[in-house]
């Protein structure tokens, strides 16, 4: 079966790669997630994958801390996650390629565009590390910009929950799931789904997000295959 998706670009959150450990690194919960991703790319899809940093730190939660300099620590974080999912996915027998906003030459490629653009038509799996390379912007926002770069079809965004709903689903057991949203919704709402920065450019760019769950990694494969599974967010006259 041909993928719906042939260049997609996939936010993992830092916590996400914690798995029940919630910090750090779960190398279980990394694999059942890079076992996933391979699948899905074996399907004939190109994959190119942004990853937080929240397992490690959080530069808007650091305290007294300059923001610029708690948002660069972030940034570290952030490629300490690539590594260890490109090492993963390296065991499985995948080629990956690792580059980074800010450039640290001994460690990963520096990000170009171009680049990326060559390895994914090469088969190859590319991950961005560093945000945007710049404080302020969060890696949802990084994401959104690497995806218009890249001219990916769709971002997924795999997160702890499975979709998007009106309120907190872990708190609120009247939450209602939305299985479709447009941008506007989105912003005028103050959903969650991502910070209104990478949502407004997914909305410039026409840039449709899916929004699953990531406690079932085959998700990945069902999403690139185009099964409902989640909240898609798209234009208003998508």
Not at 31 to 56: D, H, P, R, T, Y
Not at 87 to 93: A, F, S, T
């Amino acid at each position: 079966m041909d993928p719906k998706y042939k260049r997609i670009l996939l936010k993992l959150s830092g916590e996400a790669l914690a798995g029940e450990k919630k910090t750090g690194l779960d190398y279980p919960t990394i694999i059942n997630i890079c076992k996933s991703i391979k699948k899905a790319q074996e399907l004939g899809a190109e994959i190119a994958i942004v990853v937080g940093g929240g397992n490690f730190w959080r530069g808007r939660s650091s305290g007294a801390m300059d923001r610029t300099r708690a948002d660069h620590i972030g940034m570290l974080a952030t490629t300490m996650n690539a590594l260890a999912v490109a090492d993963v996915l390296e065991d499985l027998g995948a080629i990956v390629r690792v580059q980074t906003a800010i450039s640290m030459h001994q460690v990963a490629e520096p990000y170009i565009r171009n680049r990326a653009v060559r390895h994914l038509e090469k088969g190859r799996i590319v991950i961005f590390g560093c945000g945007t390379g710049n404080p302020f912007f969060s890696t949802d926002t990084a994401s959104a910009l690497r995806a218009a770069e890249i001219e990916a079809d769709i971002i997924f965004k795999a997160t702890m929950v499975d979709g998007v709903y009106d309120k907190d689903p872990h708190k609120f057991s009247d939450a209602v799931k939305y299985d479709k949203l447009t941008f506007s919704e989105v912003l005028s709402k103050g959903l969650e789904v991502m910070d209104s920065t990478a949502a407004s450019m997914c909305r410039d760019n026409h840039l449709p997000i899916l929004v699953f769950n990531l406690n079932e990694p085959e998700n990945i494969v069902k999403a690139v295959q185009g099964e409902p599974v989640g909240t898609i967010v798209t234009e208003e006259d998508a």
